[in-house]
């Protein structure tokens, strides 16, 4: 199956502090990606959606200029999370979409903790 | 109405039954539909994808659907405990871009 990288795996930064976190798929190139969020024991959520060139989709709440999304090349994405306080505290987890591919594969994701 | 339905369970199933996982969908018009696993703390998996109505098979793992009742389900024969796991619903529109949406999920607990 395809496969999809993120890096860090894990950051702790200062409330104030902005993270960058990758997605990178590696065996395929990704037209489209997206940037999920999930909480303890909660659902995904779906925060932005990203096609290679293009801005960002954001879903409603999801506040642009604070979770940075750049597509920048058919195999990477970056999320940075701006200005990061406790309750950006989360698992961020990207997802990746080939051309004329209906499947999703995730990344690994990235454990987020802001004190 | 939610978008795609899952009881968030617990489901224990005792190893070597059947655990059988449902899902239904507001769409009508979706098309594609996914199941994902997801240990705790770990991110999704995909394990199954269907697109047809009836039934497609790999290995333990059964996904059926039926789109006249807008319902999906997974089955898992001769679980095991390392099946245990949330299993996530997923359903895509139509439409080359649309997004995937997801349920809540179902936890599978499957005892020794």
């Known amino acids: 199956g395809a496969v999809v990288s993120q890096h860090p795996s894990w950051v702790i930064c200062k409330s104030g502090t902005s993270v960058k976190i990758e997605c990178r798929s590696l065996?395929?190139?990704?037209?489209?990606m997206f940037w999920y969020r999930q909480f303890p024991k909660q659902s995904l959520m779906l925060m932005a959606t990203?096609?290679?060139?293009?801005?960002?989709?954001?879903e409603q709440g999801v506040e642009k200029d604070k979770f940075l999304i750049n597509h920048a090349s058919l195999t990477l994405s970056t999320l940075t999370v701006t200005s990061a306080h406790p309750e950006d505290s989360s698992f961020y987890i990207c997802?990746?979409?080939?051309?004329?591919?209906?499947?999703?594969?995730f990344g690994p994701g990235t454990r987020l903790t802001v004190t | 109405q939610k978008e795609v339905e899952q009881n968030s369970g617990p489901l224990s199933v005792p190893e070597g039954a059947i655990a059988s996982l449902n899902c239904t969908y507001s769409?009508?018009?979706?098309?594609?539909f996914f199941w994902y696993r997801q240990y705790s703390g770990k991110s999704p998996e995909l394990i199954m994808f269907?697109?047809?109505?009836g039934d497609k098979e790999d290995g333990r793992f059964t996904a059926q659907l039926n789109k006249a009742s807008q319902y999906v389900s997974l089955l898992i024969r001769d679980s095991q405990p390392s099946d245990s796991a949330t299993y996530l619903c997923?359903?895509?529109?139509?439409?080359?871009?649309?997004?995937?949406?997801f349920g809540i999920g179902t936890k599978l607990q499957v005892i020794p």
């Open positions: 997802s990746a979409r080939g051309y004329s591919s209906y499947e999703q594969y």
């Open positions: 065996d395929f190139q990704a037209t489209t």
């Open positions: 990203s096609n290679e060139g293009s801005k960002a989709t954001y």
């Open positions: 769409d009508r018009g979706s098309q594609s």
């Open positions: 269907i697109y047809s109505n």
């Open positions: 997923a359903v895509k529109g139509a439409g080359g871009y649309q997004k995937v949406t």
